[in-house]
């Protein structure tokens, strides 16, 4: 959803690729089967404008078929396949996780070892003397935000692009951590972003190269990287914001191993029947539980992994989301199902991926909530309506006047639309949410409200120069 404060984003055997039937939304000519819920609910969102492309990709550890629902490029009526390309988003984080077991099971590194350790020109945070660990980073529990407080992307379509090292440095130098790591989970792309970076320090070399020599090349992946080649943009599928719109591609630079890569079902297939075979010993270290995410629910978390069960049956996964992508990857511990779906527009794919995996639980669809009546407000009103707003000490809502009306950023997505339904009350047509702005007693606009989902979360107006 493009307004969620959280999201929830290693074989060293060469493989062949495994043979895959490529498939229309109407057949697949042979592999596992797709469940006929799922396929009608894909085929619904590419109709209904929900999702421009889908690929939904399943495989019993040795076999694999790849149903593709759609349009890969909006000018043309190819159906997307397996060799068509996607940004991943968090998925990343699964292959960063990876990378870390594998330094522990050739004793690179471990698990309790700080990761001041492998960083030693940087500054990291500490609370009442206790150090961030890679296992804290690894499982979402060093304590650091989920984002760092001096990004401030010029361009809200391509958030990361201006991250770099120099800017984590001084971010971690200068941070506080609000509790002692190892204590509370939060979901953190920078913490990811750090983690990557000290891997790849370590190992003297950029993440992008590590990925490669790691993962890539040792399972046969040929499109699976942190940019996409000119022969892999040839095979992109074109991102789409949440409300349809084309979308810019995201670059990245110190936050890359939270969210960089770029793949296509063919290859991600094969990274997730290694985990599913038990390949090697880093990919079974990377699904081992390390900790409960939540008291009582039994959800836990390994190596990026979250290990979840659904009627009865135990299945690790992960998501992804980008300005203009969705992604799922996920497999039962049993080694019998794994599913990858890779869709062309930021809309969540949770709910199709879960149902791939576990026949009878795709929830139903909501019944659409009507829009409100829009209004017309002169461009001369919709100027004082600028600035930024507050969520969160590192989630900022940025509003601005754009040619047609009023558009609203989030930190690390993209833009949206928004139309007023009245004085000081907008609502999106992309997503089920709402702002409504307040005012002081002289008139003067201090903050807004998002509701969404049911939640009310007010915001605060920064001072303006």
Known sequence: MLLKLRTLPLQLLALSIVPLSAATAATAASGPALDAAVRQRAELLVRNGGNASIVIAVTDGKNSAVYGFGRAQADSNTVPDADTVYEIGSVTKTMTGLLLADAVVTGKARLDQPVVDLLPGYTIPTFEGQQITLLDLATHFSGLPRLPANLAPADMSNPYAEYGDAQLRTFLASHALAHR??????????GYGLLGTALATQAGTSYE???????????????????????????????????????????????????????????????????????????????????????GNGTRIGLAWIIDQAKGQPYAWHNGQTGGYASFAGYTLNGKRGVIIL?????????????????????????????????AIAPSE????????????????????????????????????????????????????????????????????????GQTMPAQRKPQA
């Open 343 to 375: 869709s062309s527009t930021a809309n969540d794919v949770d709910g199709l991926g879960l149902a791939s995996l576990v026949p009878g639980t795709l929830p139903a669809l909501k019944k659409p909530t009507p829009l409100p009546k829009e209004i």
């Open 209 to 295: 190269n590590l990925l490669q020599e790691k993962i890539a090349r040792p399972l046969g992946l040929r499109s699976t990287s942190t940019t996409a080649t000119p022969a892999m943009r040839i095979r992109l599928a074109q991102g789409h914001l949440s409300d349809g719109k084309l979308a810019h591609n995201w670059d990245f630079q110190a936050i890359a191993p939270a969210g960089a890569v770029y793949s296509d079902a063919r290859d991600m297939l094969i990274y997730l029947q290694s985990y599913m075979n038990k390949s090697s010993a880093a990919q079974q270290l990377a699904v081992q539980p390390q900790k409960s995410i939540e008291k």
């Open 382 to 453: 919709l100027a004082q309506y600028a600035g930024d707003y507050t969520l969160a000490p590192n989630f900022i809502l940025t509003v601005r006047q754009g040619p047609d009306g009023l558009l609203v950023g989030a930190t690390g997505q993209g833009e949206a639309p928004v139309y007023a339904s009245a004085k000081d009350r907008f609502f999106y047509k992309a997503v089920d949410a709402q702002l409504e702005f307040k005012r002081d007693g002289k008139g003067v606009i201090t903050g807004l409200v998002l509701k969404q989902d």
């Open 181 to 190: 790591p190892g204590t509370v989970f939060e979901y953190s792309n920078l």
